[in-house]
């Protein structure tokens, strides 16, 4: 089964940020075009999925590690919190799995939480970074 993959993918709209976005996996069923509008609005969903404690998208902070798109639009998220302890672990992955599920055109959605490696707030975007008065 192919996949394809998408490490720390890129926000369309910070163009400060280091390119991330990922490339078509050679061999995939999934046309170029469509796999990188899913992948878009994938990232768009996972935009909607705030820290309750911080004012910025779990995506900006730089918490979703990995996203995976296989041959049946079937989608795998890697991702991790700020805090093995924080209040929210039980949540943040469900939270996560509906909205990617709410994505025209996903499949099943799986979501893995991992803290390896641990967050830092070098993963945060500079967006993530700015509204949080870090700059």
């Known amino acids: 089964m192919e996949s394809k993959t998408a490490d720390k993918p890129a926000a369309a709209d910070t163009p400060a940020a280091p390119e991330r976005a990922a490339e078509p996996v050679a ?7 469509e796999l990188e509008q ?27 590690y990995k996203i995976d798109v296989d041959d049946e639009r079937n989608v795998a998220v890697e991702m991790t919190l700020t805090a ?17 599920a709410g994505v025209a055109g996903v499949g099943q959605v799986s979501v893995k939480l991992t803290f390896d490696p641990p967050w830092d707030k070098d993963r945060m975007s500079d967006e993530a970074k700015l509204a949080l008065g870090m700059f």
Request: proline residues 14%; aromatic residues 6%; glycine residues 8%.
């Open 27 to 33: 061999g995939s069923s999934i046309p170029p075009e």
């Open 84 to 100: 093995p302890g924080c209040p929210v672990a039980g949540e943040m992955p469900t939270w996560v799995e509906n909205a990617v």
């Open 38 to 64: 899913l992948t878009a609005d994938i990232v768009a969903a996972l935009k909607t999925v705030y820290d309750p404690e911080i004012p910025a998208d779990i995506y900006e902070l730089g918490l979703i």
